[in-house]
């Protein structure tokens, strides 16, 4: 059977050519995903950097250990505790230490990720002078690079300075160093130093604290590079693990669809061999070997492709700053083998179905079903499809009574669509027929022509549809869920926010006292400041939850916010209480829960308020006191009745242009805090897009080629009866757009029903549940689909018309 299917093969290459290329454009998909998420996976360990020259680094507690019952739950602290005074002094009896301190700058003209550092510390870094001196005085400073030169007066939101050194830039920084005296007045509170006394004695005298002693590359962990870094890969591992499922879910849907058209379009070979003697047995074993060698060369090729390609995806991702710089894509082997055998898998799985169909098929009847398919869907394709589709009501539907916001996750609503997008997918050729009569209204000849032929032939009808439909159902879906819950999240933003000014300070900053105290005083402003922080609670005894936390005065709170209370009164927080939301396991107004603040310090507070849950930024309220050493990052403002408030927001810019503040509006405010996407969820769309849309233009090709051997003879009759060249081309052109028209009205169902259940899950939150269909998206995918199925239908068509004509 083997070297049947073998010179099969040989003699009949341009019949395989659809299914090899299929298969290997997937098998090159999971290969470039997989090596990519390996990558970010499994990346090398990062070299120490800014304490690279620094013997022993000691880092105050960073994390949060709360013993359970099922072992300890640790969580990183928001703010990082500073090294008690006490471990400080004993350190400076055994030997040389330098207290560290980072705080961001914004200069004139410098930029925009400053971070200012005592001039102590710059030794670490191997940093040296390559022009001018160190800094003497407090206007002093010494900055990296060449974007100043020594005498450069400058002005910063940390008072004027002049640059009297430059050092030359390392590449993971741009930093600007003071003198340690002014350094510690800009930025009192010291979590790290470093030193160059014996670590075993350092690990003694830090015994007990929390403190970590670091030593070796471990010292990168007192640097923000690996906070940075690590949040980088995260992002990079939740991005290409998506970008991974929906490419091996559209490949494999694609593949399994075109091996079995591939197979259907054979009927009359497996009739004849039927009718030479060969048993059912045989003629599924002949396609099952083909389908073996096919996926074998196959599945080859696109591991070498999918190698070629990750090198370039990853160059990509480090260039657009998605990645650290020193990201590199490694030696994963596993990547190929998983690709390989799943694309052979789903070669053989493809083709398990039609080969059983094939081995049914007997002379008369092949010949029969030649030109109409009587019977494309099994009553096994139907009770598949069937279950799939149950079971997606069944989950959407639990998840609705149980936990709504489960509905929201990125996880949830990227596999979700896929499963209703199967189940439809399974059922398309049952619906192929209908839909055909419902869309082609064209009267005439042509329509009826249209009508037919793509009624008449459903198995092709449906492998052209199907990566239509997988496209356009992706890109409804998925920017259409983004852009939803953009809208809640902005929708909730608006409503909460009752300033009628919000001022905030540069980026990764905060407001110091004094800048507080202006902004007060501006006349007819009552100011609320709140700061960012965090809260832990402790659910059910095992899981350490960690929800962002506002510490504001409840007072300035009232005037300025609306929040979706659903029990008790904001007015009511005070030190010993805190306002949660619903989405706390124990949220019932005056009952009391154990929290640990972004400091680590364990309370006690009363429950004074409790929030609607939403789309899940709702957060919790805390007074300053539970959040000391905070940054205040965000004022708002209620003016007066009595004030002017053009006059108030011209207060305002006064008070915070020394600190570089921004005043904005409220509405301002909302919009610049909630655009369309953050640029890594642009980012990853445009790549889950563009995968499915580039495979599916390629399969939409290629589909199309192969169907065409089975329409020219259709058209060479359709010529000799009198038809023109040009009403065949248009009879082919129509008969494309009808295919796509199909894909495009399933594609859109699945879409519907997925964004239905996001609608029902945003009201059930008591969230704002206003879909948002992103037409421009959808418009241009199903333009790009029409314009290739209409130039591979027409091309070969033309070019084979002339030939016949001549």
């Known amino acids: 059977m083997l070297s049947l299917a073998l010179r099969t093969l040989r003699a009949r290459r341009s019949a395989f050519v659809g299914s090899f290329v299929a298969l290997a454009l997937g098998t090159a998909l999971l290969t470039v995903m997989g090596l990519a998420l390996a990558a970010s996976l499994d990346a090398p ?24 019952a099922t072992g300890d739950r640790v969580r990183a602290l928001a703010r990082p505790r500073p090294l008690p005074a006490y471990v400080v002094e004993k350190l400076r009896t055994l030997g040389t230490v330098v207290e560290d301190r980072s705080f961001p700058v914004r200069a004139d003209g410098g930029p925009a990720d400053l971070v200012g550092h005592p001039w102590s510390t710059a030794p670490f870094a191997r940093y040296a002078l390559d022009a001018g001196r160190a800094p003497r005085r407090a206007d002093e400073v010494v900055v990296t690079g060449d974007w100043a030169r020594p005498g450069t007066r400058l002005g910063t939101d940390r008072g004027p300075v002049r640059v009297v050194g430059t050092v030359p830039a390392r590449g993971f920084e741009h930093a600007v160093f003071y003198t340690d005296t002014r350094a510690a007045r800009l930025a009192p509170v010291s979590t790290q130093l470093a030193t160059d006394a014996d670590p075993r004695s350092v ?66 070979e497996f009739g004849l061999l039927r009718a030479a003697g060969a048993t059912p047995g045989q003629v599924r074993r002949l396609v099952t070997a083909e389908a073996l060698l096919v996926g074998a060369l196959a599945s080859a090729a696109g591991c070498a492709l999918g ?115 199967g189940a439809v997918a399974l059922l398309a050729p049952a619906l192929v027929r209908p839909l055909v009569r419902a869309l082609v209204r064209l009267p005439g000849a042509t329509g009826l ?51 009628a000014f919000v001022v905030s300070p540069p980026a990764g900053a905060g407001f110091d006292t004094a800048t507080l105290r202006r902004l007060r005083a501006v006349p007819g402003a009552e100011v609320s400041a709140t700061a960012s922080d965090e809260v832990y609670v402790l659910e059910d005894g095992v899981a350490l939850i960690r929800s962002q936390a506002r510490a504001a ?66 957060g919790v309220y805390v007074t300053p006191r539970n959040a000391p050493g905070a940054p205040v990052d965000r004022v708002d403002v209620a003016v007066a009745e ?40 642009r980012l990853g769309l445009l790549l889950v897009l563009g995968i499915a849309l580039v495979y599916t233009g390629i399969c939409v090709i290629n589909t199309m080629v192969m169907a065409h051997r089975d329409r020219l003879r259709d058209l060479v009759v359709l010529r000799s009866t009198g038809a023109t060249r040009g ?42 549940a206003v879909v948002r269909v992103p037409w421009s998206v959808i418009g241009a ?26």
Not at 320 to 326: C, F, H, S, V, Y
Not at 370 to 393: H, N, S, Y
Not at 727 to 742: K, M
């Open 449 to 499: 022509l249209v009508r037919e032929s793509a009624a008449g032939a459903v198995r092709r009808t449906a492998a052209i549809a199907a990566p239509v439909l997988v496209t356009v159902a992706l890109a409804a879906a998925l920017p259409g869920t983004t852009a939803t819950l953009q809208a809640a999240r902005a929708a909730e933003a608006r409503a909460r926010t009752a300033a």
């Open 45 to 68: 360990d990062r070299e120490p950097e800014r304490f690279a020259a620094a013997p022993v680094v000691v880092k105050g507690a960073d994390t949060l250990r709360v013993p359970t």
């Open 307 to 421: 190698g070629y390609l990750a090198q370039h995806l990853i160059a990509r991702v480090v260039a657009e700053g998605l990645a650290p710089r020193w990201f590199r894509l490694g030696d994963h082997g596993r990547p190929y083998h998983l690709a390989f055998w799943t694309g052979l898998l789903v070669a053989l799985c493809g083709v398990l179905a039609a080969s059983r169909q094939a081995g049914r098929i007997g002379p008369l009847q092949a010949l029969r079903e030649a030109d109409v398919d009587a019977r494309a869907t099994t009553w096994g394709r139907r009770l598949a499809g069937g279950a799939l589709l149950l079971t997606a009501a069944v989950t959407l539907a639990s998840a609705l009574a149980g936990d709504p916001g489960e509905l929201l996750h990125r996880k949830s609503y990227v596999s979700r669509p896929m499963l209703v997008t």
């Open 727 to 768: 009403q065949l081309l248009r009879l082919v052109a129509l008969d494309a757009l009808t295919v796509v028209a199909v894909g495009t009205v399933l594609g859109l169902l699945t879409a519907a029903l997925h964004l239905a259940g996001i609608a029902a899950a945003l009201h059930l939150l008591s969230a704002p």
């Open 553 to 618: 005065d409840p007072v300035g709170l009232a005037a300025t916010t609306r929040l979706p209370l659903t029990a008790g009164d904001v007015r009511a927080l005070d030190d010993d209480s805190i306002i949660v939301n619903e989405e706390w396991r124990r949220h019932t107004s005056g009952s009391r829960v154990t929290v640990w603040l972004g400091d680590g310090t364990r309370r006690t507070l009363r429950i004074a308020a409790v929030m609607a849950t939403g789309t899940g930024d709702n």
């Open 642 to 681: 009595d004030a002017d408030p053009a006059a108030v927001a011209a207060g305002l810019r006064a008070a915070v242009r020394e600190a570089h503040g921004r005043v904005r509006t409220g509405q301002q405010w909302v919009e610049a805090g909630h655009p369309a996407n953050d640029r890594t969820t």
């Open 203 to 268: 690990t003694e005298v830090v015994r007990g604290t929390g403190a970590q002693v670091l030593t070796g590359d471990e010292r990168c962990r007192a640097e923000p590079g690996p906070d940075r870094d690590r949040e980088a890969l995260t992002a990079l591992n939740a991005l290409f693990g998506t970008a991974g499922g929906v490419a091996a879910f559209v490949s494999a849907f694609v593949v399994a669809s075109t091996f079995a058209f591939a197979v259907a379009q054979r009927r009359r």
């Open 781 to 806: 995918t199903v333009g790009v689909c029409a314009l290739l199925a209409v130039t591979a239908a027409t091309v070969p068509a033309a070019f084979a018309l002339r030939r016949h004509s001549a």
